[in-house]
T-cell receptor, first 115, second 115 residues
Framework: AAGVIQSPRHLIKEKRETATLKCYPI?????VYWYQQGPGQDPQFLIS???????DKGSIPDRFSAQQFSDYHSELNMSSLELGDSALYFC??????????????FGAGTRLSVL | AQKVTQAQTEISVVEKEDVTLDCVYE???????LFWYKQPPSGELVFLIR??????QNEISGRYSWNFQKSTSSFNFTITASQVVDSAVYFC????????????FGAGTQVVVTP
């Protein structure tokens, strides 16, 4: 079965650079979530989209932005990168409607290293 | 606001032993969902089980079983006859109606299974 696809899997950037992470949800899933997992920490919710509209926002820095496109894939844009942005970034998708019962299926993550 | 507490940081067992992971949650919502996810060393997050707040029936699925007790706000997870491949970080997570699917994770419990 198709899973959530994230690209790239690994990314190395310098401080103050920008990065773009991409997420392709499971087919027919129209809700996408982004999470950030720092070293040794639990995943923290950043932002979510439902039907191409932002549906919820967590502790996402103003330097980050995201959007969901017409084909439901999503991109997380990160600017002015800081050392503290080094983390594993997960995208998850769930079936239609913003519902708390939906199982979120996670991609393999993008490991971002800021040097 | 929701909160998930996993008091056990790490559990070490020998293969074939049972291992029980504790999870205590807090929420003001009457409708919520509880999840267990597994994060093996490769890093991906794998969905294991889901339980809703109205169903306290405990179940067994293969080597996995769970004990949901609303009275104590606990959602414990047991792996029976552990195997080396069970070595991973296990996260308990909560999703409540007012958060539209945003997962609140616990800190995770590292399970180490040795041969």
């Amino acid at each position: 079965a198709a899973g959530v696809i994230q690209s790239p899997r690994h990314l190395i950037k310098e401080k103050r650079e920008t990065a773009t992470l991409k997420c392709y949800p499971i087919p027919r899933h129209d809700t996408v979530y982004w999470y950030q997992q720092g070293p040794g920490q639990d995943p923290q919710f950043l932002i979510s989209f439902y039907e191409k509209m932002q549906s919820d926002k967590g502790s996402i820095p103003d330097r980050f932005s995201a959007q969901q496109f017409s084909d439901y894939h999503s991109e997380l844009n990160m600017s002015s990168l800081e050392l503290g942005d080094s983390a594993l970034y997960f995208c998850a998708s769930s079936p239609s409607e913003r519902r708390s019962e939906n199982i979120q299926y996670f991609g393999a993550g993008t490991r971002l290293s800021v040097l | 606001a929701q909160k998930v507490t996993q008091a056990q940081t790490e559990i070490s067992v020998v293969e074939k032993e049972d291992v029980t992971l504790d999870c205590v949650y807090e929420t003001r919502d009457t409708t919520y969902y509880l999840f267990w996810y597994k994060q093996p060393p490769s890093g991906e997050l794998v969905f294991l089980i889901r339980r809703n707040s109205f169903d306290e029936q405990n179940e067994i699925s293969g080597r996995y079983s769970w004990n949901f007790q609303k009275s104590t706000s606990s959602f414990n997870f047991t792996i029976t006859a552990s195997q080396v491949v069970d070595s991973a970080v296990y996260f308990c997570a909560l999703s409540a109606t007012d958060s539209w699917g945003k997962l609140q994770f616990g800190a995770g419990t590292q399970v180490v299974v040795t041969p």
